[in-house]
């Protein structure tokens, strides 16, 4: 953390005014006025669970956060109750508590399943994640069929198919409030980018496209602001090293999980830009993984403008380099499978 953030975290939690997350990671300003948000973070126990449940016990747009696991939660729910924020916090542990857990929610972010060690890809963690999302998913078809759905579990490219299908089987699917996580994607592409670019890496913006793992993951660099002219190889280095990010966590890691800090905090970005979307801020977009025309695939990552309903519209693409153009033809057919997987998981089982 930035020396002038660390000053600004520790003078804002002696304060007696609210912390406001989004001013912690933004410098932007949230209304502690804000209507009465129900937020339900489901595996809140784990490795990002428990930052990302402390960043949005943060956010004063959150009035209500549920902490549901199936262990450890009570004492994760009484450590961050102590915060004097905003949102009343509950924790609720185990199968026959995730209604109570989920009911009245409008944002559940699913950060539950196993991560990755050293030598796999995330496909491989599709045959425990994917049951996991998928019970999880009919719970909420069941207890919040409005709540809009920010999965992380990986692998994203077959768990957004896998809810979408579940949702679809319970009547209540609605494209606009299923979300892929991949802010990770372009919190990487933004940090490693500026470090290239030599620029003040809190004014860079870059979009990343396409899916979540591997080649699949596009950072589209020719779209980056403040443009820097950076040469040919240096936009392949730094576009490989933004699809290896998550591999480099997990090798440094050594065994010991996957990204779990930087993915709290990509996390907790995301779920603000969907709670201030739902809360009527104008212009709010982020890259998100979801159901989309803008390729012949049907879920697909790429900067969606989120409003009052989720989803406003899934944006296009916008002119690409002809490196970039490549990159997306090389990526669809891996996405498309792992899309493909997903859907005939659900539809088995
Ligand atoms: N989308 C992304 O960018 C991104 C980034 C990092 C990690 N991930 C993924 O997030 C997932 C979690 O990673 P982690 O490091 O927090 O793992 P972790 O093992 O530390 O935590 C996972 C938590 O999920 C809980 N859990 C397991 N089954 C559950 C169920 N049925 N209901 C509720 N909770 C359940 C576990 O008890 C545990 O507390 C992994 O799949 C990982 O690959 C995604
Ligand atoms: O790499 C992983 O397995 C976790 C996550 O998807 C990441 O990008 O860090």
């Known amino acids: 953390m930035k020396a002038a953030m660390l000053r600004s975290v520790l003078r804002r939690s002696c304060s007696t005014t609210v912390p406001s997350a989004s001013h912690v990671m933004r410098r932007g300003f949230s209304s502690e006025s804000s209507p009465e948000r129900k937020v339900a973070v489901l595996g809140a126990a784990g490795g990002i669970g428990q930052p990302l449940a402390l960043l949005m016990k943060l956010n004063p747009l959150v009035s209500k956060l549920s902490l549901y696991d199936i262990a450890g939660t009570p004492g994760v729910a009484a450590d961050i109750s102590h915060i004097n924020t905003r949102s009343e916090v509950a924790g609720f542990m185990g199968e026959d508590q995730l209604g109570q857990a989920l009911e009245g929610s409008d944002i559940v972010i699913i950060p539950a399943g196993v991560p990755r060690k050293p030598g796999m890809t995330r496909d491989d963690l599709f045959n425990i994640n994917a049951g996991i999302v998928k019970s999880l998913c009919t719970a909420i078809s069941k207890y919040c069929p409005n709540a809009l759905v920010n999965m992380i579990s990986n692998p994203v490219n077959s768990t957004v198919p896998i809810a979408?299908?579940?949702?679809?089987?319970?009547?209540?699917?609605?494209?606009?409030?299923?979300?892929?996580?991949?802010?990770?994607?372009?919190?990487?592409?933004?940090?490693?980018?500026?470090?290239?670019?030599?620029?003040?890496?809190?004014?860079?913006?870059?979009?990343?496209?396409?899916?979540?793992?591997?080649?699949?993951?596009?950072?589209?660099?020719?779209?980056?602001?403040p443009t820097a002219n950076l040469p040919d190889e240096e936009i392949?280095?730094?576009?490989?090293?933004?699809?290896?990010?998550?591999?480099?966590?997990?090798?440094?890691?050594?065994?010991?999980?996957?990204?779990?800090?930087?993915?709290?905090?990509?996390?907790?970005?995301?779920?603000?830009?969907?709670?201030?979307?739902?809360?009527?801020?104008?212009?709010?977009?982020?890259?998100?993984?979801?159901?989309?025309?803008?390729?012949?695939?049907?879920?697909?990552?790429?900067?969606?403008?989120?409003?009052?309903?989720?989803v406003e519209e899934v944006l296009g693409l916008g002119p690409l380099s002809d490196y970039e153009q490549q990159g997306l033809e090389a990526l669809k057919p891996e996405l498309k499978s792992s899309i493909e997987k997903g859907i005939k998981f659900a539809n088995q089982s």
Not at 208 to 225: D, K, M
Not at 261 to 281: E, H, P, Q, R, T
């Open 236 to 310: 392949k280095a730094l576009t490989k090293r933004t699809q290896d990010g998550g591999t480099e966590v997990v090798e440094a890691k050594a065994g010991k999980g996957s990204a779990t800090l930087s993915m709290a905090y990509a996390g907790a970005i995301f779920a603000d830009a969907c709670l201030k979307g739902l809360n009527g801020v104008p212009d709010v977009v982020e890259c998100s993984f979801v159901q989309s025309t803008i390729t012949e695939l049907p879920f697909f990552a790429s900067k969606v403008w989120l409003g009052k309903n989720g």
């Open 164 to 225: 979408a299908e579940i949702f679809k089987k319970a009547g209540t699917y609605n494209e606009k409030k299923l979300f892929g996580v991949t802010t990770l994607d372009v919190v990487r592409a933004k940090t490693f980018y500026a470090g290239k670019a030599k620029v003040n890496v809190a004014g860079v913006n870059v979009p990343v496209v396409g899916g979540h793992a591997g080649i699949t993951i596009l950072p589209l660099f020719s779209q980056a602001t």
